[in-house]
Every structure is written in C-alpha cells, then in structure tokens.
C-alpha cells in the first residue's frame, strides 16, 4: 500500500502560480514494477479529470491538453516527493486537485489508479 499526502492548494487570481505537493510514504519500490505518480482534479458537479503523471514502466510525462504548457509535473525521488507547478491558472483550473499512484504502466483513467491522497483544494478568482 502507497499512503500519499497532497498539499498546496490555495486561493489565487487569475494568471497566478501554485506550486502543489504529494509524499509518499510505505511500499514505494518493487524489484517487479515502477510506480507511476498523478495528479487528478475534481470540480463541483463534475467527474474526476485527469491532469498529468509521471513514471511507470514506460518512464513517460503526460498531460492533459487543457494544462499542457501551463502546469509542470516533477518527482524528487529522494524526497518520495512529486510536484505540480501549475502557472497560467484560469478560473477554470478550480477543483479539489489529488495525487493518486498505481504500479505499471502510465495511463489516464482514474479508475485504474487504487492509492489516492485526501486532496487540495485550488480556487482560482477571475
């Protein structure tokens, strides 16, 4: 089991930046598998979108088309930490944002992923 702590929302304007956080703690690494680490969003009324990931067997970066160039997913391994810098928020980034993992391959669809954070709540004010 992977715990995850997300981190990092905030209330902002828009163009504004945040910055968002997820640790990971417990069983983190396998000899078998690569864990792949995302970022999810959920606005009222609407279903879990996803936003990026990072990693997985196939070691790859993705993103979403409505945040590509805008927002940047990191990894600090030795922190057992990812990152989300999110720049150019519009008023339409507002949503609880999770951190979620699974181990395999590098996919986008939130039921696949079985290990998820509490959440962050991000508000961006036209």
């Known amino acids: 089991q992977v715990r995850l702590v997300d981190s990092g929302g905030g209330s902002v304007q828009a163009g504004g930046s945040l910055r968002l956080s997820c640790v990971a703690s417990?069983?983190?690494?396998?000899?078998?598998?690569?864990?792949?680490m995302a970022w999810f969003r959920q606005a009222p009324g609407k279903e879990r979108e996803f936003v990026s990931s990072i990693g997985g067997i196939d070691g790859t970066i993705d993103y979403a088309d409505s945040v590509q160039g805008r927002f940047t997913i990191s990894e600090d391994n030795a922190k057992n930490t990812m990152y989300l810098q999110m720049n150019s928020l519009k008023p339409e980034d507002t949503a609880v944002y999770y951190c979620a993992a699974k181990w395999g391959s590098n996919i986008r669809s939130p039921t696949m992923y079985n290990n998820w954070g509490q959440g962050t709540q991000v508000t961006v004010s036209s």
């Open positions: 417990g069983r983190t690494s396998s000899p078998f598998s690569s864990l792949v």
